[in-house]
Structure formats: structure tokens, C-alpha cells
């Protein structure tokens, strides 16, 4: 079956440059590129949901001369790509605190979000300025603030992703077997699929590996095999 929702940490992008000579920028910008065509082919593979880590809260720690290259990049992105995903029937979802980037590419961004809505093919779902532990917490004082005892339900509706399915299937690319602050309340019970390749190299034939090797799983969701 395919997955309803496919998340995908895109690591790599500094060390792919690095091989070839080229300075950090030059990696994010051939990420960008790649991060363009793999979001199309993973909705044409009828994904509905498609999360991608474009920078942690983490990252914003990076030295000022990269983190401006990316948000370069990113106005550069919202800028050409929001009427081509609105034409195609994909919402753009942005999770993250936004208040943590120059306001000019927050605007942008918002606006990108406020064109795509009611989308119906799919969501593409941009983890920017984004942290899970700062997500779960702002959701927990939210919880305390209103006075909430929360469950399960109403705890995943108070995060950012509330509304979107938790992913099915998470991809990391770039070599590093970890999670690194991202999805983890929504990531319990998904399928983890861990590549060397670099992001810039992670090709739509990369995904489908990764896809492949995800329905050959048994997802039992902690309970015992059903033989019946
Ligand atoms: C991690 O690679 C990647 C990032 C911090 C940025 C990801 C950004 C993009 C793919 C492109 C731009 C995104 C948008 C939304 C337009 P790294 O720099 O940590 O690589 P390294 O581990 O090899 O140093």
C-alpha cells in the first residue's frame, strides 16, 4: 500500500557541496532543485502528504552568511513555486515558528499558505524554523493554560501538524541514523528508512526504494500478528 503521508529529513546538502568543491550555498541551492521534482514524484506516486525538514530550530544557529544564503532561497522558492503548486491542486502547509525568521520571508511564506488553500491533490507540508520538543511544549502550556486534561486526540490536535495524518513512512538521507528534534510525538508508530545518500543525490528511483522496502513491512502498531 502506498503511504498516506511520507516525511523526509533532507541532510546532506553541506557535505555534497564539500565533495565537490563548492561552498555550503551551492549544496542547498542543488537540495532546492531536488527537493522540487522528488515533492512532485512523491505525489505522483499518490502520496496525499509530504513533510519536508528545511531547516531545525537548531539550524538557526548556523553562521549568519549560510542561514541568509537559505533564506534567500527560500523567498526564491515561495516567490516561483506557489502559483505552480496551486495549479496543481497542492495546499502548502508550513509548520514551525516563523517568528524566528526575517519578517519579509514570513510574509512570503504566509502568503504562499494563504494561495494554496483547499487544495485537493495533496500537502506539502514545509518543516521551517521547526522544533518538536518546542512543539510539544508550546502544546502541553497551551493544555495547562486552558485548564485541559488532554488524551491522545486532542493532545495531536493543540500541535502544528494538527488535521495531517502521522507519517507513515519518514526518510532521512545524508548518512546519520537519527530523528534530530523532528516529528517526534507524530513519528510513534511510523517506518523509518535511513539512506547514505546525500540529499542533492537522493534521486526519485532513491524514493522508490525507500517506498519499496516500506511495503514490503508488517505494520502491526505494537499489537501481536493477526493470522485469521
Ligand atoms: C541539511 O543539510 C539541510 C538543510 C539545513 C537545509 C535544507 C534546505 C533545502 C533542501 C533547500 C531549501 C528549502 C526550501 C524550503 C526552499 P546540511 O547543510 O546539514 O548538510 P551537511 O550535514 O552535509 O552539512
Request: hydrophobic share 35%; charged share 30%; with cysteine.
Amino acid at each position: 500500500m502506498v503511504p498516506r503521508h511520507v516525511a523526509v529529513i533532507m541532510d546532506g546538502n553541506g557535505r555534497w557541496a564539500k565533495k565537490r568543491l563548492l561552498p555550503r550555498s551551492a549544496g542547498h541551492r542543488a537540495g532546492m532543485k531536488r527537493m522540487i521534482s522528488l515533492s512532485e514524484h512523491i505525489f505522483d506516486c499518490g502520496v496525499e502528504f509530504c513533510t519536508l525538514y528545511a531547516l531545525s530550530t537548531e539550524n538557526l544557529k548556523r553562521p549568519q552568511e549560510e542561514l541568509d544564503g537559505l533564506f534567500e532561497l527560500f523567498r526564491e522558492y515561495f516567490i516561483k513555486n506557489t502559483q505552480t503548486l496551486k495549479k496543481k491542486g497542492i495546499t502548502l502547509r508550513i509548520i514551525g515558528n516563523l517568528q524566528l525568521l526575517p519578517e519579509d520571508v514570513r510574509e512570503i511564506i504566509q502568503k504562499g499558505e494563504e494561495e494554496t488553500k483547499g487544495g485537493t491533490r495533496g500537502t506539502l507540508v514545509l518543516a521551517i524554523a521547526y522544533g518538536a520538543r518546542q512543539e510539544i511544549l508550546s502544546a502541553v502550556n497551551r493544555a495547562i493554560r486552558e485548564g485541559k486534561e488532554v488524551s491522545e486526540e486532542s493532545f495531536s490536535s493543540l500541535l502544528s501538524t494538527e488535521g495531517i495524518p502521522d507519517p507513515d513512512l519518514l526518510i532521512r538521507t545524508g548518512k546519520e541514523i537519527r530523528l534530530s528534534n523532528f516529528l517526534l510525538w507524530q513519528s510513534a508508530y511510523t517506518e523509518l528508512y535511513f539512506t547514505d545518500k546525500l540529499f542533492p543525490d537522493f534521486t526519485d528511483k532513491e524514493f522508490d526504494k525507500a517506498l519499496k522496502s516500506y511495503t514490503e513491512r508488517e505494520r502491526r502498531f505494537g499489537k501481536v500478528e493477526n493470522k485469521g
